[in-house]
Nanobody
């Protein structure tokens, strides 16, 4: 089982990045997918969530209107389009796959990627 994030990097405030998370080794289409982030000295927080069919999404208030989560089950990939980036978006972004449960109640089975660093600075 692998989740491999990519697309992070250094960007100026107001810029955009698109993160990707490529899944392998499990039935991707049966898993809800979530992006989390962890800033230096802070706890990990939920950024965006998408259901297995892609028919429902949820976002942290801090990113609503700026970030968009999407998925391509044919490519085993989930994306996070990040626009109007702010310095406070600087963090390591992690991809999570979960099944047999719900986002609020927790998943019986879930997997994590190793993360990709996003730095927003002028």
């Amino acid at each position: 089982v692998q989740l491999v994030e990519s697309g992070g990097g250094l960007v100026q405030p107001g810029g955009s990045l698109r993160l990707s998370c490529l899944a392998s080794g499990f039935a991707f289409s049966r898993y809800d997918m979530t992006w989390y982030r962890q800033a230096p000295g802070k706890e990990r927080e939920l950024v965006a969530h998408i259901t297995r069919a892609g028919d429902s999404t949820n976002y942290a208030d801090s990113v609503k209107g700026r970030f968009t989560i999407s998925r391509d089950n044919a490519k085993n990939t989930v994306y996070l389009q990040m626009n109007s980036l702010k310095p406070e978006d600087t963090a390591v972004y992690y991809c999570n796959a979960g099944t047999k449960g719900t986002l609020l109640g927790g998943y019986a089975v879930d997997y994590w990627g190793k993360g990709t660093l996003v730095s927003v600075s002028s």
